[in-house]
């Protein structure tokens, strides 16, 4: 049975971090654009070949792999440190160069929908290749769960379950920036499924439809995550240091990370304990909206600055500094 050879390996494995990424977006750029998948049946069936067997997904797995994953070996470690934020807060970009590291081991899959301990190991390396990377490095070896998903406390909880004495990285972002970014991924991924939807149409429609309903009812969303309520913060911060301890969270603005990757990666593997290197980095980031969007207008950022301002005061508060929000 075959292990992944690549743990341990520093340099010229990026490209196949991102490849989960590109081969997503090419899906969800045809499912936007309405073309069919059997456009070009060539393209179609390579691409499923070479999905079979990617070494690193960016949430679906085959499920023959898992099942392999199974037979191969039961004995598998849990992850011991985590990376979540708020959808579109960067953490995907982010958590894809952290794992060059040579002493960071990836799990089969970034975003990992599966519930119970032991289903959710499956992802993750044997026992065995976890201590013959400590023995080769001589220092800590990390595996992370890497999916985006701030205000999921069931997820918390079941971290936690996992691992209590797990590391917690939590990525923010401007929820006034990241309110826009959002908007354009609803558009992305509902594709022609929302051209029927009137609050769809601007993201000045949107946003004034979500301030409407809030908090009544949450906007309707093609993503998964309501926008508004997305972008609130304190609460799932203060639940996270709560349970694993605020000295086992660290806080990141993504705005820092985006204006130089380095100093932040470089704060990261000092808080995991990792040996400090020069993550090479990719050209392009990760998981990135392809489609180009009108930019908003400036009075729906204020309207949005506005609502998000005592939740961003809450937040500021619980952790004793500002950031450099609109």
């Excluded at 999916?147 to 401007?174: A, F, G, V």
């Excluded at 609803?186 to 499924?193: A, H, I, P, Q, R």
């Excluded at 301002?309 to 952790?319: C, E, G, H, I, S």
Aim: net charge positive.
């Amino acid at each position: 049975m075959q292990t992944d050879k690549s743990y341990g390996m520093a340099g010229g494995n990026l490209k196949k971090f991102f490849r989960a990424f590109e081969l997503s977006t090419e899906y969800r750029v045809r499912k936007y654009q309405g073309k069919s998948l059997f456009h070009n049946p060539t393209q179609l069936l390579f691409g499923l070949v070479e999905y079979q067997f990617l070494s690193y997904y960016f949430s679906k797995v085959p499920n023959w792999r898992l099942l392999l994953r199974g037979l191969y070996s039961k004995d598998r470690v849990a992850p011991n440190y985590v990376v979540v934020g708020p959808v579109k807060s960067g953490s995907s970009d982010l958590v894809t160069h952290l794992q060059m590291h040579p002493n960071v081991m990836h799990p089969l899959a970034k975003e990992i929908s599966c519930k119970g301990t032991e289903r959710i190991k499956l992802f993750y390396p044997t026992r065995r290749e976890k201590e013959r990377l400590e023995r080769q490095s001589g220092g800590v070896v990390r595996c992370g769960y890497l999916k985006p998903e701030l205000n999921n406390m069931e997820m918390m909880e079941q971290l936690y379950k996992l691992n209590p004495e797990s590391k917690i990285i939590i990525t923010l972002r401007d929820p006034v920036a990241r309110a826009y970014t959002h908007w354009k991924w609803e558009m992305f991924l509902g594709g022609k499924g929302l051209e029927n939807s009137p609050y769809f149409d601007s993201f000045e429609s949107y946003i004034d439809r979500a301030l409407d309903l809030f908090p009544s009812v949450a906007m309707t969303s093609a993503c998964g995550f309501p926008v508004l309520e997305t972008g609130i913060y304190y609460k799932a911060v203060e639940q996270w240091m709560a349970r694993f301890g605020e000295e086992n969270v660290l806080i990141l603005d993504s705005a820092e990370y985006f204006k130089g990757r380095q100093p932040t990666l470089e704060r990261v593997q000092k808080f995991l304990g990792l040996s400090v290197i020069d993550i090479p980095e990719y050209g392009e980031k990760a998981n990135e909206n392809p489609i180009k969007f009108p930019r908003p207008e400036q009075s729906s950022n204020d309207k949005l600055s506005e609502f998000y301002r005592p939740y961003n005061q809450k937040l500021f508060a619980l952790l004793g500094r500002d950031f450099d929000w609109k």
